[in-house]
T-cell receptor
Framework: AQSVAQPEDQVNVAEGNPLTVKCTYS??????LFWYVQYPNRGLQFLLK??????LVKGSYGFEAEFNKSQTSFHLKKPSALVSDSALYFC??????????????FGTGTKLQVIP | SQTIHQWPATLVQPVGSPLSLECTVE??????LYWYRQAAGRGLQLLFY??????ISSEVPQNLSASRPQDRQFILSSKKLLLSDSGFYLC??????????FGPGTRLTVT
């Protein structure tokens, strides 16, 4: 079984400050990890993914995420937050051995509020 | 490039009425397709997925059904809507090795 946890329901950060949105996961094998962003009344947008290789993954809009196997974490980061980054962020995981239709499990989402 | 369409964008239906939501994908062949429901603007619930024409798997037994009559068309249906069917319905297709691309969604309100 695979699972993902986003322990923070909401994260508040001042504009210009660095931001971190936390994600931890559980899989039986090696994970594929993803981050998505959702703006109000819109579908989710893919931000970045970790498959293999460098633990630091860079994605869209200046976001990056760090894969930490020992801590089973994949935290989303950005050096300087913008007000326009305010949105709902989802972490997702897939076990590379999940086979079949390759089910992806999504976290419950973290609302990011960037304060001007 | 690939594009995913959903319609309608919003829908208000009375309890007991039928439902049909449509999703179409452009720019890719034989995509894996998914229907999700998002309640209260939060977690995603996987409803159905399809790996090909006529191949539908259900994740959660409920009042809804899905069909895939064409390679790039995925339809979500109900014969009789319940109040609990209200929500934001999202269609997605999966790229390799697993990231999904979502449509704009349909906001369904059952009254």
């Amino acid at each position: 079984a695979q699972s993902v946890a986003q322990p923070e329901d909401q994260v508040n950060v001042a504009e210009g400050n660095p931001l971190t949105v936390k994600c931890t996961y559980s899989v039986s094998g090696n994970p594929y990890l993803f981050w998505y962003v959702q703006y109000p009344n819109r579908g989710l947008q893919f931000l970045l993914k970790y498959i293999t290789g460098d633990n630091l993954v860079k994605g869209s809009y200046g976001f990056e995420a760090e894969f930490n196997k020992s801590q089973t974490s994949f935290h989303l980061k950005k050096p300087s937050a913008l007000v326009s980054d305010s949105a709902l962020y989802f972490c997702a995981v897939r076990d590379i051995y999940s086979g079949g239709y390759q089910k992806v499990t999504f976290g419950t989402g973290t609302k990011l509020q960037v304060i001007p | 490039s690939q594009t995913i369409h959903q319609w309608p964008a919003t829908l208000v239906q009375p309890v007991g009425s039928p439902l049909s939501l449509e999703c179409t994908v452009e720019g890719t062949s034989n995509p894996n397709l998914y229907w999700y429901r998002q309640a209260a603007g939060r977690g995603l619930q996987l409803l159905f997925y399809s790996v090909g024409i006529g191949q539908i798997s259900s994740e959660v037994p409920q009042n809804l059904s899905a069909s895939r009559p064409q390679d790039r068309q995925f339809i979500l249906s109900s014969k009789k809507l319940l109040l609990s069917d209200s929500g934001f319905y999202l269609c997605a297709w999966r790229s390799d090795p697993g990231e999904q691309y979502f449509g704009p969604g349909t906001r369904l309100t059952v009254t």
